[in-house]
Every structure is written in C-alpha cells, then in structure tokens.
C-alpha cells in the first residue's frame, strides 16, 4: 500500500523491563491501515518535525492500530518523545513503509530470522503473520540475541508458539548468560554455527551493522546464496 499521511493516538504501553517498552496505538484518520508484516512508519518525533522510523511488531490481522517496540536506553530524541506521550494523545504517522517484508508465493524453502536487541519487532509482526494468519507450514526458526537474560521479553509468548506449532523452533541467545542459562550462549554467529542450517530457506536479519555482516558472511560460508539474505540495519 502507497504510504499515508495519518494520525494515531495511545491507547497503552507496556514497560517490559528498563530498557525495552511496547507502546500500542489506535489509528485515528484514517481509522484503518492495511500493511505488510515487516514494514514501519515514520513518526513526527518534535515540534521542528523531526522524523523516526520504527518497526511494527504487531500482525498485520489488526488494521485498527499497530503496536512498536523501542528501546529507551540511548534516551534519544524519539524514545523521549514516545516516553512523553500521555494516554490518548495523538501522533502524526507517515505509513505503512519498507520493503522488508516476506511475499506470498516465495521459493524459499523455510524461513530463518536472525535478530539482535529492538529488531526483534518486524520479525514479531512476521512470525505471527505465517503462523497464525497464514497457516505457513514452512520451518520457521528464530535466532534471538540480547545481553543480559534480564532484557528478555516476549519468550513466554514465543515458546507458547513453538509449542502450538512444531514447524517454529526459538532459540534465545545471551552474551552475558548466567552460569544455569540452558541455550544459546555467545553471540546469535555462535548460535548459528552450531546448528544445522538449510540453504534453501530464506534468511532474514533484522539489528546492528556489524551483526548483519557477520551474520551474512558465515551464512555464505555455509552454502546460502546471497539473493537468499534479506536484511534491515535497523541501527
């Protein structure tokens, strides 16, 4: 859909832990936006119209409102503004925008999503999009990467998913792990190294520059073809 000039309001928030808030919003004019999993809006973050992308994270099945996720700790220019907001009170949105979005009717033989940090949230739009929505029967697997196990979210929800649908396999990563943290640990490169990789799938990546080229290179070295990697520089 052609991006549009829209108004929304917050409807709630959610603090998930000090770093990570997920904010909800109902759209206003117009009252209903369809987009892809994938892409994000452009919200007016100042008076001087200042401008930040962000990712939805929520299933396109809901045109109604749409939901992101922002990490506040670097305290910027727009985590301050969303951190402003008070409840009701209405933002100027340029949206549905990107391209970064899975097509139907793809060759990609599974679907892989390799994320660090905040660019969980497209990945959170996907996932629930094939899955719930679509029925996807393809193998979806997710390869998450955060520092501390107090920065997870979400993995009750994730994991739920993978019990509901055996086709998912999540596999959270820590750098910093506890000494009893049971999965991955090291980096998402770690991670990926160590498991059994399918080249005929379809490799999404979603954080960090210097994840995204790391994530990449060892993917080459493992068989995939780069018009097989599809990737967001999402900071």
């Not at 309001?9 to 990570?20: H, R, Y």
């Not at 045109?63 to 220019?77: A, K, N, R």
């Not at 660090?116 to 996932?127: L, Q």
């Not at 990546?205 to 070295?221: D, H, I, Y």
């Amino acid at each position: 859909m052609p991006p549009q000039k829209c108004r929304a309001k917050l409807a709630d928030k959610i603090q998930l832990n000090p770093k990570f808030v997920q904010y909800f919003f109902e759209w206003v004019e117009p009252v209903s936006v369809i987009f892809h999993a994938g892409q994000y809006i452009s919200m007016q973050v100042s008076d001087r119209g200042e401008r930040r992308p962000y990712s939805i994270c929520s299933a396109p099945e809901n045109t109604h409102g749409f939901e992101l996720l922002v990490d506040i700790s670097p305290q910027g220019v727009g985590s301050r503004y969303l951190e402003s907001l008070a409840f009701g009170q209405e933002v100027s949105v340029l949206g549905p925008l990107g391209v970064f979005t899975i097509y139907d009717g793809s060759e990609e033989a599974g679907l892989t999503f390799v994320a660090t940090g905040a660019g969980i949230a497209p990945f959170r739009s996907m996932i629930l999009d094939q899955l719930q929505t679509k029925d996807g029967s393809r193998e979806i697997s997710l390869y998450w990467g955060l520092r501390e196990a107090e920065h997870l979210f979400w993995e009750a929800d994730f994991a739920e998913l993978a019990d509901s649908f055996p086709n998912f396999h999540f596999h959270p990563t820590l750098s910093r792990a506890p000494i009893e943290w049971p999965l991955c640990k090291g980096r998402v490169t770690d991670c990926l190294t160590v498991h059994s990789l399918l080249p005929a799938a379809g490799y999404y990546l979603c954080g960090n520059q210097e994840m995204v080229k790391e994530v990449a290179e060892l993917l080459q070295t493992k068989g995939v073809v780069s018009n097989r990697i599809h990737h967001e520089n999402f900071y």
